[in-house]
């Protein structure tokens, strides 16, 4: 977490980043209902992941989890109409889609306390071997959470589509997700991903209920 003023405890530090995380999330939501669960799976499964296999600090798991929440608010700028499309995107509207990890960290950099998940939101659709968007890093280039993120977001995406005709099964899509391994995901991270999605079907418990 950052340092903040000697006025504010720790806890009264994260009630306010936790007001602030709901309000926006509560906005993403009002505008596309799909996005409340898939962005409450990423989150929770990306921090427990962090959590269970010790991939960073307590600290660094919870602003995993924030970002997990709000990894999609730059959608708000994405038309509604886009985002309920089932057929083939255009090539304009794909350009629209790829600009919201951009529009996201720009959303959230007017809040001070959120500063510390502005590289998780702006790189979760960052791949390792460098195809990914929207700066094409590579490798440990991109922010651990980022990569953490961009796994459990990928995944959900295959067990939970917003369009059913698209959904996978757990087995097709943890293999689709090792077939990425080295290209798409951190190659390190494949193994207890695979184990901990496994044992928990893509939807682990509540991240911030089971601290409390």
């Known amino acids: ?14 009630e306010l980043i936790l007001e602030v995380v709901r309000t926006l999330a509560a906005l993403l939501y009002e505008k596309d209902p799909f996005l409340k669960k898939h962005s409450e799976r ?25 970002a997990g929440l709000l990894h999609d608010i730059g959608i708000v700028a994405v038309p509604i109409d886009i985002l309920k499309n089932p057929a083939e995107l255009s090539e304009a509207e794909m350009v629209r889609i790829k600009r919201h990890p951009i529009s996201g960290e720009k959303i959230l950099s007017n809040f001070s306390y959120l500063k510390n998940i502005l590289p998780m939101v702006r790189h979760h659709h960052e791949a390792v071997d460098g195809s990914g968007y929207p700066d094409g890093i590579e490798g440990d280039g991109i ?4 990569r953490v993120i961009g796994l459990f977001n990928y ?4 067990l939970y589509p917003r369009f059913e005709e698209k ?16 290209q798409l995901f951190d190659g390190k991270l494949i193994r207890n ?15 911030l209920l089971k601290k409390e």
Do not use: H, W
């Open 155 to 158: 995944v959900d995406n295959l």
């Open 1 to 14: 977490m950052a340092n903040f003023k000697n006025s504010q405890t720790s806890a009264d530090v994260r």
């Open 167 to 182: 959904k996978l099964d757990l087995k097709d899509a943890l293999e689709a997700v090792a077939n990425q391994a080295g």
């Open 193 to 207: 991903f695979t184990e901990f999605v496994t044992a928990n079907a893509g939807q682990s418990e509540d991240y």
């Open 143 to 146: 922010p651990l959470g980022a």
């Open 42 to 66: 990423v989150a929770n499964n990306s921090a427990n992941f962090c959590e269970a296999y010790q991939v960073v600090t307590a600290d660094e798991a919870e602003d995993i989890y924030f």
